[in-house]
């Protein structure tokens, strides 16, 4: 099967927005062995969007549309899908209860034209329900073509792709009989070592062809993209735990998890392995530490309370951190760091205490502690008394970036420490 | 002038890298006034790529490639566009010399077929230096149409595209007697209002073509983005300006900030302006809030510190919330918002105090208070005592969206309170 994607947006003809949703749905569609050999992008302007689905309708089975499906003059997705096809819309009773029911729900104002406008669906469409939003996206088919028609915001579109296309389109295939060719990939997550480590590691395997090893960088992270197609979901599954299981025997203790996990998930399975719970003293990071952490379902079990100590009133207040240590040493210091995290596992009670500090800029620098130093403390309760330690760090960066490598260095300390 | 972007790779079809080439260049073509109806994606693939050219020659006067031109076998653009075009490459002895002594001083091999390669150029094009890179860009005209080929990665494309073909394109313009145009854009922010409410009000002003008034939605906000194009940047921006004034006229209210303004930065603001300070205190954001506030620089002047109450025992312990309370009404209810807002404030011995208590789920919801449901309350000093309030919302999405949702509401909630 041959699919196509076709954006919908002058958004994106301006360069207003980036066009992640293309990528999304193209790497859904490789993993269900659809083949692409276009992408589309077109305004909100229906002689241009017809002729863009024309176009691929001719050389593809499968079209699937991103945006234009909103309550607005602007959103046309529907009426040109309908169009070009010639399916009509039909008003669904169903799908316009939701849509009050939920912007009721929101305490949203109910305007009845943008209600009426969303639950216009192409008759006979098979609709796929909508998480996040209230324009639901529809699944036609006619003449043995198909088309998937998903909302343009990410937080709708993605949902809806993984909990119904993508199962919709699993479905089309089986009862057209047809083979898939299957596609399956793993990455695979380190932390604690650079790139040119982690390649220097794997250089061999990175030349390998099927599967296929490819490294990525992220925010603190490498990533090794593991993958491989082949005749058969198992088949593709072996081929990819191989080359794995390769990586693995190289590089165990800085993998810290896999695909879509992150490393505060890799911290909340250590903690909650090891019974122990978690207080943080967050200062230049804001919240931002709590905030990951929290990211993790049940992360109640391991994570008691947060205190972000921006002010060093706070830090004496909540923490203890004695007004003679902050004068002597300054906020940002080894000695404030300790302090806030024993002072953060005392007061919560909890077995450890991780805490931050530092300079986020880009004012407050100066040339003994410049912008982005951070000093990273852990401290924790070990069988025969308290057991701590502190890390200093300078990163490079802009406040936004400062704060997450800060952030995002102190879960990977935590993880580290929990080994 | 109408411009085209067609993108080439086979990793872009398979969702493996993000598209931000096209919204780089996309951007840079609409600021020279070159206006853009489609865009295309292509893999690697000699015949596909002729057919996504011929198409784009025959309705654009500009194609812009990005990709391809790298010394690889599948590296395939400048040999397609020559023969679509009818133009011979021919060796650009200059170009060979430049790439080989970059690649010593790299200490890379010099492989001399992948420079012959490299150094191929197409007849008669002009040279767009690459300063990140070995490939240069060109930018061949023919026929009266003008392709301009750029190497993929970002790091190469984006300086040669501002220093190299956004001047060379403003030649191109002055040279064929066009009157160059500029395009300034403006984006009014608004929140407190959905986007069928803010439709409502600037629907006349929507249908206007020059300056174009166009919304979009984000999480919480809706975003009215005012462009206009105009002979002069000065005229250009006195078109928006004056769009921009009737759109205010019509939703000051509502209007938080402009481009690049944060909702976090307006509350900022206002609390600046009015001597106002503020303590959190978070339950399902886990320090969401704080991290969003103190992404604004100087922020410390009016954020003293935050709570993040995540267990009950923290809510009693930290902000006096009493535990009759937490059992009668459930930490998630308006009372126990209310008494942790007025703890937060009467801890820090700030002016304000700011909670936030709700199920993030996926676990924990029941038919009386469901997953999404959150509190948000604030309690402040008036002249004549206290003055509080909260506010009930569900909130659908995964555990991050209805964390994210609860936030910002959080901040839209705060910015209102302080009118």
């Given at each position: 099967m041959i699919g196509e994607i076709v954006c919908v947006g002058t958004e994106l003809l301006l360069g207003q927005i980036t066009n992640t949703d293309a990528r999304f749905v193209a790497e859904r569609l490789a993993e269900l062995g659809i083949d692409a050999y276009f992408q589309q992008v077109v305004g909100d302007n229906r002689e241009r969007l017809a002729a863009a689905l024309r176009l691929a309708l001719g050389r593809s089975d499968l079209v699937v549309t991103c945006g234009g499906l909103g309550p607005t003059e602007d959103d046309l997705t529907k009426e040109t899908v309908g169009e070009v096809l010639g399916v009509p819309l039909v008003h669904d009773p169903a799908v316009a209860d939701r849509i009050t029911c939920l912007l009721e729900r929101h305490g949203s104002q109910v305007l009845s034209r943008a209600v009426a406008k969303q639950a216009l669906v192409l008759e006979g469409a098979r609709i796929l329900p909508n998480a996040a939003g209230t324009a639901p996206g529809l699944l036609v088919s006619k003449g043995g073509k198909h088309v998937a028609l998903l909302p343009g915001p990410p937080a709708e579109l993605e949902p809806m792709v993984r909990d119904h296309l993508g199962p919709a389109l699993r479905e089309l295939a089986a009862a057209e009989g047809r083979a898939a060719s299957f596609l399956h990939t793993r990455v695979v997550k380190l932390c604690g070592l650079g790139e040119p480590a982690v390649e220097e590691a794997v250089r061999d395997l990175i030349h390998s062809a099927n599967p296929s090893v490819a490294p990525l960088v992220t925010v603190g992270e490498t990533h090794l993209r593991v993958t491989a197609k082949a005749p058969s979901q198992a088949e593709a599954r072996a081929l990819v735990e191989g080359m794995v299981a390769a990586v693995e025997e190289r590089l165990r203790p800085h993998i810290?998890?896999?695909?879509?996990?992150t490393i505060a998930e890799a911290c909340g399975k250590r903690l909650r392995a090891r019974g122990v719970t978690l207080a943080l003293a967050e200062s230049l990071t804001g919240g931002l530490v709590g905030h990951l952490l929290t990211?993790?379902?049940?992360?109640s079990e391991y994570f008691e309370r947060g205190f972000v100590v921006y002010s060093n009133q706070a830090k004496t207040q909540l923490?203890?951190?004695g007004q003679e240590l902050l004068s002597r040493y300054?906020?940002?210091?080894e000695e404030v760091a300790l302090a806030m995290a024993r002072g953060a596992r005392q007061s919560a009670g909890t077995s450890l205490g991780l805490a931050l500090t530092g300079i986020a800029g880009p004012d407050g620098g100066s040339e003994a502690k410049p912008v982005g130093l951070v000093y990273i403390a852990i401290s924790g309760e070990a069988p025969l008394g308290p057991t701590e330690a502190c890390w200093r760090h300078v990163f490079s960066g802009e406040r936004g970036l400062i704060k997450q490598r800060a952030a995002h260095r102190s879960l990977v300390r935590l993880w580290e420490w929990l080994a």
């Open positions: 810290f998890g896999y695909d879509s996990e990211e993790v379902p049940g992360s923490l203890g951190v300054g906020a940002v210091s």
